[in-house]
């Protein structure tokens, strides 16, 4: 049954061609997987496409989000010289610049907006001994977060499936994690691209989070780390915060050097936040810090100054100044490429699959 079924989608808006198979197979009674979709032909960008390709290779590895630049949004995170939250500024502590040029802010807020957010939970064989402190902390992130929000749970090993659909009951996550069973590789990249997929689909909230807790690197998906993340650009891009488990006297220490640069390179690019705990027990405080972070950030938008048919990459810099306090950090995404309106995302990937 195609995930499609388990969460109304708009009506009138035909489901999108080459997008990762999202696949219900809720434990114990396995429906039939769905005929994955042919991964489409190599073809060379073109437009601003070829301007984003460009940007990525020039750039080495740096990676941004994609968003119609009429209405850019931005949730930022401010911090002092200490490395302590600071949560009393008001609009005009803040200063947007984009490729340098001062940017006029028409939206602001601080305020605990609702948050529709993922929960992507590895389960390769190698988290067996993990899950319970995982799920524990899953539920915990949970229930210290807005009573409005609404989560859905996903785990992945060599394919990705949804356990649970979007919803606002403790109970029916909790249930959703006892389908999760513990075996095979890790298709990471997968497992984000459809669950970015599945948010841009059926999320109530604008604000947008995916959590990823994983104790690897990937050896499993169809996509790469530079696909799974321009596929993340074509979906408005959620915020991706990641809980990386790479300790134990079994880890290789040069994949998990690797994984650690992975994960960091997903959340800076998105404005998140990578963690890596020391042992199991850091790991519920850990998903406490990750409730804090979302339900106190600042939300900003702003209009650009520069068209969207102008195409290329933007940069993105956010300055806050306020009396009191010396300099200040402010961690939001580093930039964006504009979508032209009518321009459909470019969502050729291999498929992935997603449990229910």
């Known amino acids: 049954m195609p995930l499609a079924s388990v969460a109304q989608q708009p009506s009138g808006v035909p489901p999108s ?16 997987d769905a005929e994955p979709s042919p991964a489409p032909a190599t073809v060379p960008p073109q437009g601003l496409k070829a301007a984003a390709q460009e940007t990525i290779e020039r750039d080495s590895g740096k990676y941004t989000l994609r968003e119609n630049a009429y209405e850019v949004r931005l949730n930022a995170t401010v911090f002092d010289g200490s490395g302590r939250s600071v949560l009393d500024l008001n609009r005009d502590a803040f200063h947007v610049y ?5 940017q006029t802010i028409n939206s602001f807020r601080h305020e605990d907006l609702p948050v529709s957010l993922g929960i992507l939970i590895d389960s390769s064989g190698s988290m067996y001994d993990k899950r319970q402190a995982v799920e524990q902390a899953s539920l915990d992130l949970v229930k210290l977060s807005n009573p409005q929000d609404e989560a859905f749970l996903v ?27 513990s075996s095979g590789g890790t298709a990471m990249y997968d497992a984000l691209v459809a669950s970015a997929d ?64 992975v994960l960091e ?26 409730a804090q972070d979302i339900r106190t950030q600042y939300s900003i938008a702003y209009r650009s100054t520069n068209p969207p048919t102008n195409g290329g990459y933007r940069q993105i810099h956010v300055d806050a100044k306020a009396k009191g306090y010396g300099r200040l950090q402010v961690r939001t995404r580093t930039g964006y490429y504009p979508r032209v309106a009518g321009a459909e995302p470019d969502n050729g990937l291999a498929s992935g699959k997603v449990r229910n």
């Open 265 to 290: 390179t997903l959340a800076e690019q998105t404005g998140g936040v990578a963690y890596f705990p020391r042992n199991l027990k850091e790991v519920d405080p850990i998903s406490a810090e990750v």
């Open 155 to 181: 785990d992945f090993s060599w394919e990705p499936f949804i356990d649970q659909d979007f919803t606002s009951d403790i109970s029916k996550l909790q249930q959703g994690l006892g389908y999760i069973k």
């Open 98 to 102: 984009e490729d340098g040029v001062p």
């Open 17 to 32: 061609s080459g997008q990762p198979a999202l696949t219900i197979d809720r434990d114990p009674i396995p429906s039939p």
């Open 198 to 261: 599945y948010l841009s689909k059926n999320a109530k909230h604008p604000k947008q989070v995916l959590l990823i807790v994983t104790d690897g690197e990937d050896n499993a998906s169809t996509a790469s780390l530079e696909q799974a993340i321009r596929k993340i650009q074509d979906y408005d891009g959620p915020v991706i915060y990641c809980i990386g488990l790479l300790f134990g006297e079994d880890t290789d220490k040069r994949e998990s050097r690797h994984a650690k640069r």
